[in-house]
């Protein structure tokens, strides 16, 4: 069953602080692996987009990383400031299956701190 | 830039009333998903439609109907709506298929929150 597992579920970091968001998939055949930052009621917002070939790709203070054979990926966030509080979602597209090609975790609720 | 629109962003129906989503893709944009995303929950794909043929069915209701017209705009009905619809309701545009190879941009309208009282 093609699934995408995040966690840590939530966290809460001070502003400054780095952190890092994880994300397991078993999709088969994969295509490519997205991560979005989601505001409460509001349409999620792509970050990155990272094929089976790429291993590392930055967005500004955000970094994602994909590990094609462990199914790994991480989202970075580094120097964090109080508007990255959102959830980030990690969206992994398929070939074919039977959810529009796209495969969602729950995501991960960062809530950044003063 | 033009992005994706969504219409009406909020909506308050009674139950069994009847209630149209709508989205307008970016512009040459082909493919538009519809994605349901209960409070607290991840979205939940409805229906997509690429080049104006339905592409993909996922969790869709049977009270449920959408379609995609010549101008790439999509349309979300919902009939004899329950308690259960209430919910955010998101549009997606992209080129071509969102899992074919490659790097295609989706991207998400703000959505449309519709209150089922």
């Known amino acids: 069953k093609n699934q995408v597992e995040q966690s840590p579920q939530s966290l809460i970091i001070l502003e400054g602080k780095n952190c890092t968001l994880q994300?397991?998939?078993?999709?088969?055949?994969?295509?490519?692996l997205r991560w979005y930052k989601q505001d409460t009621g509001r349409g999620p917002v792509s970050l990155t987009i990272?094929?089976?070939?790429?291993n590392t790709k930055s967005n500004g203070r955000y970094t994602a990383t994909l590990d094609a054979d462990t199914k790994q990926s991480s989202l970075h966030i580094t120097a964090s400031q109080l508007s990255d509080s959102a959830s980030y979602i990690c969206?992994?597209?398929?070939?074919?299956?039977?959810?529009?090609?796209?495969?969602f975790g729950k995501g991960t609720k960062l809530s950044v701190k003063p | 830039a033009a992005g994706v629109i969504q219409s009406p962003r909020h909506l308050i129906k009674e139950k069994r009333e009847t209630a149209t989503l709508k989205c307008y893709p970016i512009?040459?944009?082909?493919?538009v998903y519809w994605y349901q995303q209960g409070p607290g929950q991840d979205p939940q794909f409805l229906i997509s439609?690429?080049?104006?043929?339905?592409?993909d069915k996922g969790s869709i209701p049977d009270r449920f109907s959408a379609q995609q017209f010549s101008d790439y705009h999509s349309e979300l009905n919902m009939s004899s709506l329950e308690l259960g619809d209430s919910a955010l309701y998101f549009c997606?545009?992209?080129?071509?298929?969102?899992?074919?190879?490659?790097?295609?941009?989706?991207?998400f309208g703000e959505g449309s929150r519709l209150t089922v009282l």
């Open positions: 994300c397991n998939y078993t999709v088969s055949p994969f295509s490519n």
């Open positions: 969206v992994v597209s398929v070939n074919g299956g039977s959810q529009g090609n796209l495969i």
């Open positions: 990272m094929t089976f070939s790429e």
């Open positions: 439609f690429y080049e104006k043929m339905q592409s």
């Open positions: 997606a545009s992209t080129s071509g298929l969102a899992g074919e190879s490659g790097t295609g941009e989706l991207f």
């Open positions: 512009p040459r944009h082909d493919t």
